[in-house]
């Protein structure tokens, strides 16, 4: 049994406009609730967790403070240690791995996080990972690449692991 070659996002010859409608409604209202938030709660972060998929998740209070910091922090980098404590932190947290850990980072603040998501890994990197193979070295360079081709198509951040997500399901079809 060969394994399905799968196409790889090309940022030359390939575009970013599709129509991203993952669960609309639930996905503008996080974006109004949370985008930039000057605090967070554990009942929020149980909202993105639901809108990623059902889980039992559990975070510590020292850490929801971190979070609701994060979001307000305007000069953010991707690769400020602060960032790498803080994924640190949820992912070692009850119910959380990095697919979720990047969505509520998402949410919190776009312009500095993507969503790292099978499809939209898939996408940029013709391979598909699993749960086990996330890592925080990975995120960071999936996330510096996104942002790459964010600069290049002259598209927010926000929008790019959307497009990747949406361009995966159309040219790869099932997961």
Not at 45 to 52: D, E, H, M, P, S
Not at 77 to 84: A, G, L, Q
Not at 130 to 147: E, F, G, R, V
Request: net charge neutral.
């Amino acid at each position: 049994m060969t394994k399905k070659p799968y196409r790889k996002f090309n940022l030359e010859s390939d575009s970013l406009e599709y129509e991203f409608d993952y669960n609309k409604d639930d996905t503008d209202d996080l974006h109004r609730e949370l985008n930039f938030a000057d605090s967070v709660s554990i009942d929020q972060i149980r909202k993105v967790a639901l809108w990623k998929y059902n889980r039992i998740i559990s975070i510590d209070d020292s850490l929801l403070e971190k979070l609701g910091k994060l979001s307000e922090e305007n000069n953010l980098k991707i690769t400020d240690p602060s960032v790498k404590e803080i994924i640190d932190e949820m992912v070692g947290s009850r119910g959380i791995g990095f697919p979720l850990a990047s969505a509520v980072l998402k949410f919190l603040n776009p312009n500095v996080f993507p969503i790292i998501d099978v499809r939209a890994y898939r996408a940029l990197t013709g391979k598909k990972p699993n749960s086990q193979t996330y890592t925080y070295k990975k995120y960071i360079d999936y996330a510096l690449a996104l942002m790459n081709i964010a600069k290049t198509t002259n598209k927010k951040l926000r929008e790019i692991d959307e497009q990747l997500y949406c361009f995966d399901e159309k040219m790869n079809g099932k997961i």
